[in-house]
């Protein structure tokens, strides 16, 4: 194994290909038509290697995530094929909560009052109860958002190496203001408390997909990958 510029160009063999990675969503049989590079995405920034083994959450859910549709059915077709799975891993149907959830914003893009609604009648609970807990997490987008959700850290580890520059480089770059949606709608930039990537600051989350290590003059090539 040898190293340029801080990049691996071989994996050791001790680590899992993308394929035997049990964190990689193609294995889950969720999205078998979905390859390594389309959920790992193919342009790492930072140090960390290209061929994995890196100990964080990278690239374990689905990066290109299908067109947002605000109106879109919930629960019809695959969404409602897929809620069938989800149930089928949990006791009881307000445990499935959560993925549910996820499954409508994946759709809409945010979680609407009439979102949570539609949910809570699905799994028969309360609205009460279903927006308490929506409203409880913040991954759950309660208002719309662009394209792609920009989630800067700017807690302790990464503050301490500069993520307050990161997060003006990304407003800077997608010429939006905290919490808007730029002019093309392609991008929404927060800012967002530890993303438990400590060690690799400063951690940026981009819709599903980590990104760490990232620095200010890095931005622009991370939105330019974007495109
Ligand atoms: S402080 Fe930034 S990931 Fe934990």
Redesign the pocket.
């Known amino acids: 194994m040898t190293q340029h510029g801080g990049k691996l160009d071989s994996p050791p063999s001790s680590w899992p290909s993308a394929q035997q990675n049990p964190g990689f969503a193609g294995d889950t049989g969720e999205f078998p038509a979905l390859t390594a590079d389309d959920v790992r995405g193919i342009t790492y920034v930072g140090t960390r290697p290209e061929h994995g083994g890196h100990p964080s959450v990278a690239g374990t859910m689905p990066y290109q995530v299908p067109p947002k549709q605000p109106e879109g059915p919930i629960f019809t077709g695959e969404y409602e094929e897929r809620l069938q799975k989800v149930l089928t891993r949990y006791p009881d149907r307000q445990a499935a909560l959560l993925p549910a959830l996820h499954l409508a914003q994946e759709l809409r893009g945010h979680l609407s009052p009439e979102s949570m609604d539609e949910v809570a009648a699905r799994l028969q609970l309360a609205p009460a109860y279903v927006r308490g807990v929506a409203s409880f997490y913040t991954m759950y987008n309660l208002g719309p958002v662009g394209k792609y959700l920009v989630q800067v850290?700017t807690?302790?580890?990464?503050n301490l190496c500069g993520?307050d520059a990161v997060l003006e480089a990304f407003l800077e770059h997608t010429g939006t203001e905290m919490g808007e949606i730029s002019a093309d709608g392609r991008f929404t930039v927060i800012e967002a408390e530890?993303?438990?990537?400590?060690g690799f600051?400063?951690?940026v989350q981009i819709n599903e997909r980590f990104y760490e290590n990232i620095r200010p003059e890095e931005v622009p090539a991370v939105l330019e990958a974007l495109k």
């Open positions: 850290c807690n302790i580890s990464c993520g530890c993303l438990g990537a400590c600051p400063t951690a």
